[in-house]
C-alpha cells in the first residue's frame, strides 16, 4: 500500500518527530507537551501532511485544531504545572495536580452522566444516553478513540482515562434490547470518540440485529465521525473500506435511513481529492451526509469562512445541519464566542448563501435542558433581548416556545442568561428543576442500591 495511505498518529510522546514541528520554537513545544499533561492530544499524517499550512504556524486554523496551545489552560493552570515540573514533583503528585484540573475544566457537561444515562432493571446502561424522547445515543467501547483529537472537543474525558467519566458499551445486545423496548425512539445515533475508528465487522455487529424483525420503530442509523475531516481513507483505501460501504448499502437495502454525521469546521478540511472521493463513495451507497460544527474564535469565527463552508458543503452533496456554541467545558475561554457575535456571524454567513445551504440551523446551545436556538435580537417595550427557543427538550412540551432573556454583550452559554421583563424564571426551568429532581434521586438510588 502506498505511504499516503499508512495511517500515523502524533500525540505528546512523538510530535517532535514531525519534521515541520521540528522548525518551531523549543518553548512552543514545551509549552505543547505541558497542555498535553491535561487535555488530550492527538494528531495524525493526512491532517499534517494535507491540511495544515505550516508557513503559517502556529497560528493555522488547523494546527490550532488539533495541536495544543498554552491559551487553551488558565495561567494558573498552566503556571501550576509548569512549576510543578521545574520543581521535579513525583509523579503521584504530579498527576494529583492534572486530576484536579481536568476537574476545575467542567469535565462532563449539560448532565450527560448524571441526567442522560438510563436505568433499565435496576441497572444503569453506561453506553446509552436517552435524553430526548426519540433518540438514542450509543457509545460503542471500541469506538471511544479518534483519528485525531480536536482540541475543543467536549467529550475529552473519553479521552483521557479519567476513572469514572468514559461512557462506552461493547454490548450490542444491552443496545438492542433498550431499543426494542422503547418504541418510542425512532433513531439511534452511534457516537464515541468516533465510531469509525472501529474495524467494518465490529460495527456491524452492533448495527445489523437493530436491521431485523421488531426494530420497525427505528427509523434512521446515524453515525456521528470526524473522519471524512481527519482520515477520509476509511471510505476509500483497502479492504475494510469497501467492506463499510457495502454495510452502508446493507442499511440503506432495509429501508432505514442511514446518516453520517459529518464533522467539519473550517473550509480547508472539505478541500482535498481524498475528502471530495470520500464524499462521492458514501453518497453513492444511499447515505446522507449532514455537517455540523462549533463555531470557535481562533478556527472559525467569521461570517466568511461560515458561507463559504456551507456553499462547499452544499456543492458536494452534503446538508448543513448545525451551527453550535461551543460547549461549557475544556478550553472552551479559549474557543470563546459570545452569544452576540455567533448570531451576527451565523445571520451574515446565512446572508449569503443560496436555499441548498439555509438547511443549518444556529447558533444552537447543546445545553442541559436542550438544544437551545438563539433566534434573534430584538428590541421590545424599550428592552433588548436575546429570542429563543428549544429545538429539542428534556420536556418535548417545550419545543418552539419562543423564550426571552435579557440582553448581554458577554454571556455564551444559557446559564449566562437571565429572564427577561421582570419575569423571575423562564417558562420551562421549574419543570426542568423537577425533572433533574427525579434523575438524580434515580441516581443515587441505584448507587445505594
Not at 49 to 57: P, S
Not at 219 to 238: D, E, M, Q, V
Request: aromatic share 12%; charged share 25%; proline share 5%.
Amino acid at each position: 500500500m502506498s505511504e499516503l495511505y499508512d495511517y500515523k498518529a502524533y500525540t505528546a510522546r512523538n510530535f517532535r518527530s514531525i519534521p515541520q514541528i521540528r522548525e518551531l520554537p523549543e518553548f512552543l513545544k514545551k509549552e505543547m507537551e505541558i497542555v498535553a499533561m491535561v487535555l488530550p492530544f492527538k494528531s495524525n499524517s493526512y491532517v499534517v501532511n494535507e491540511l495544515i499550512n505550516w508557513g503559517n504556524a502556529p497560528d493555522d486554523p488547523i494546527f490550532r485544531l488539533t495541536f495544543p496551545d498554552r491559551a487553551m489552560l488558565s495561567e494558573h493552570h498552566f503556571d501550576r504545572l509548569k512549576n510543578a515540573l521545574a520543581s521535579h514533583t513525583e509523579k503521584n503528585q504530579l498527576e494529583a495536580i492534572v486530576h484536579e484540573i481536568r476537574m476545575e475544566l467542567n469535565p462532563h457537561p449539560a448532565g450527560q452522566l448524571a441526567l442522560n444515562i438510563p436505568v433499565s432493571n435496576g441497572q444503569r446502561l453506561e453506553g446509552i444516553q436517552h435524553k430526548y424522547r426519540e433518540t438514542v445515543l450509543f457509545f460503542p467501547s471500541q469506538g471511544q478513540t479518534c483519528h485525531a483529537y480536536c482540541t475543543f472537543c467536549f467529550r475529552w474525558p473519553q479521552f483521557t482515562g479519567m476513572e469514572g467519566m468514559k461512557m462506552a458499551s461493547a454490548e450490542s445486545r444491552q443496545l438492542a434490547d433498550y431499543l426494542r423496548n422503547h418504541t418510542e425512539v425512532t433513531n439511534v445515533l452511534f457516537t464515541g470518540g468516533d465510531p469509525l475508528v472501529m474495524k467494518t465487522s465490529v460495527l456491524e455487529k452492533y448495527i445489523s440485529p437493530i436491521l431485523g424483525p421488531g426494530f420497525e420503530h427505528i427509523h434512521t442509523i446515524r453515525i456521528g465521525s470526524k473522519a471524512l475531516a481527519y482520515w477520509p481513507y476509511r471510505f476509500t483505501a483497502g479492504q475494510d473500506a469497501d467492506d463499510l460501504l457495502r454495510l452502508f448499502e446493507k442499511v440503506a437495502r432495509s429501508g432505514k435511513q442511514l446518516a453520517l454525521m459529518a464533522h467539519f469546521n473550517h473550509p480547508v478540511e472539505l478541500g482535498t481529492k481524498a475528502v471530495k472521493q470520500a464524499i462521492k463513495r458514501i453518497r453513492s451507497a444511499g447515505v446522507e451526509i449532514r455537517t455540523q460544527s462549533p463555531i470557535l474564535r481562533h478556527i472559525n469565527d467569521s461570517a466568511k469562512i461560515w458561507a463559504r463552508m456551507w456553499r462547499h458543503q452544499a456543492r458536494l452533496g452534503c446538508i448543513p445541519y448545525y451551527m453550535f456554541m461551543a460547549r461549557d467545558t475544556g478550553a472552551k475561554a479559549y474557543f470563546n464566542v459570545t452569544i452576540e457575535n455567533a448570531y451576527e456571524i451565523y445571520r451574515e454567513a446565512y446572508s449569503k448563501v443560496s436555499g441548498m445551504s439555509k438547511t443549518v440551523r444556529g447558533p444552537v446551545m447543546s445545553a442541559s435542558p436542550g438544544k437551545v436556538h438563539i433566534l434573534g435580537i430584538s428590541e421590545i417595550a424599550g428592552e433588548k433581548i436575546f429570542i429563543l427557543q428549544f429545538i429539542q427538550g428534556r420536556n418535548p412540551e417545550w419545543v418552539r416556545r419562543p423564550f426571552f432573556a435579557k440582553f448581554d454583550t458577554k454571556a455564551s452559554w444559557l446559564t449566562d442568561l437571565y429572564p427577561a421583563f421582570g419575569e423571575e424564571k423562564f417558562f420551562w426551568q421549574d419543570n426542568y428543576e423537577q425533572l433533574t429532581r427525579i434523575k438524580m434521586h434515580e441516581a443515587l438510588k441505584q448507587e445505594d442500591d
